[in-house]
């Protein structure tokens, strides 16, 4: 570990855990104006995912006959913060906030370059466990353990297409929250301010070269409106030599006949985000990572501060699973209780059910319980 993060990371201590007093250094560093940001999203970020908590319960469902669930975090979780092209300290808040939320008690993060935002804001969080490494590598680390780098239950959070793929490989050695590929957001409109609806494809498109932005529309004047609009704020944007290549290679403005057919394409898509122009729409939503709904709430604020997590699934993945949520974190435990009546009743079930399955011992377990004699 500590070779490939000297090779690709320019890892320059003994060790690739970052010591205290580099990260109460970055957060002495931070700007007044960041760590007011940090503090803003953290805290909705937090109160979204206290909403989210699986909660604990037990009901008497018949007479003698108790049932329930507890709910316990994992023991150990690992995110992964990328730090290629832009550092994402935002990625931090929405890996970590969840888990502190959960109750997990090792809290680890992982992130290649030793940025002041993101080791600042681990710290804002209380994050003690921090790695500077990257790479499949470091996938590779928390799925096993190390001498320095503890053995996670599940690894969590986006990277390059090396931490994806190393992720699928070692999925069932460890858990993961899911496979994320490049970044796409499908917004549905019919009317709207032209620079708004550009503004939110090019705030996708930005991410990297691969990232794709869509905008289905029912108005051509809508279209070329926008389309005029992408190629003006392009000439002001910097990281347009980025979101120039994503615009051309995997972007596209289409005409629909209707909403609703935008709607159902949207679903066979199951995009990322989604963004449609108000709530009357949402019933028909059947996949998506996220939903915006309305003219304020673009995808940014879902990135940053409003509170929904920003990990989300892509390619497609948003058919079988939502984002990245405080459930990523815990374990939901059901829990039995029966009484020597309400057992009495179940046990023609049981034992009917387990001899026709062929498994005579869970029969006899029933059935000993109600015997004065040892059976055979």
């Keep these: ?49 206290k ?61 290649p370059r030793p940025v002041a935002e993101v080791f600042g804001a681990a710290a804002l969080l209380g994050v003690r466990h921090v790695f500077q490494m990257g790479g499949a590598q470091t996938i590779a680390a928390f799925a096993f353990g190390t001498r320095t780098v503890p053995r996670a239950d599940r690894i969590v959070g986006p990277g390059n297409i090396y931490v994806a793929a190393a992720k699928k ?35 996708q498109a930005e991410h990297d070269v691969d990232a794709s932005a869509v905008l289905l529309t029912t108005s051509k004047r809508l279209a070329s409106a926008v389309a005029r609009e992408v190629d003006r704020q392009l000439k002001s944007l910097p990281t347009a030599n980025v979101a120039a290549k994503a615009i ?14 935008a709607v159902e394409i949207s679903n066979r898509f199951a995009p990322e985000h989604l963004s449609i122009p108000d709530s009357s729409l949402l019933a028909q939503v059947r996949h998506a990572g ?14 940053y501060a409003s509170g929904p997590n920003h990990v989300l699934p892509t390619s497609g993945a948003a058919r079988q699973r939502g984002g990245l949520s ?47 004699a040892t059976l055979p």
């Design 326 to 372: 405080v459930t990523d974190y815990v374990k939901v435990i059901s829990v039995q209780e029966l009484s020597e009546p309400a057992l009495r009743r179940l046990a023609p079930a049981i034992t009917t059910l387990a001899r026709a399955e062929g498994l005579e011992a869970h029969a006899r377990s029933v059935e000993a319980r109600f015997s004065g």
């Design 169 to 203: 490989l070692l999925a069932g050695e460890v858990g993961i929250d899911f496979v994320a590929g490049p970044t796409e957001i499908l917004i549905i409109a019919a009317d709207g301010d032209p620079r708004h609806l550009a503004a939110d494809m090019l705030a």
């Design 248 to 261: 051309a290679r995997n972007s596209a403005i289409l005409l629909v006949q209707s909403l609703e057919e």
């Design 1 to 49: 570990m500590l070779e490939y993060a000297r090779q690709f990371d320019g890892l320059e201590r003994k060790t690739v855990r970052v010591p205290e007093r580099e990260l109460q250094a970055a957060r002495q560093g931070l700007s007044g104006e960041f760590v007011r940001a940090v503090e803003t999203a953290s805290a909705n970020i937090r109160a979204f995912a």
């Design 51 to 111: 909403r989210q908590m699986p909660v604990e319960w037990m009901a008497q469902m018949k007479p003698g006959l108790r049932l329930g669930q507890v709910v316990r975090p994992l023991d150990t979780v690992a995110a992964y913060i990328p730090a290629g092209r832009y550092p994402l300290p935002s990625t931090i808040m929405m890996t970590v906030v969840p888990a502190q939320v959960a109750g997990v008690p090792n809290i680890c993060i992982a992130s």
């Design 290 to 303: 996220s939903v915006f709904v309305g003219p304020f709430s673009p995808e940014a604020a879902g990135d």
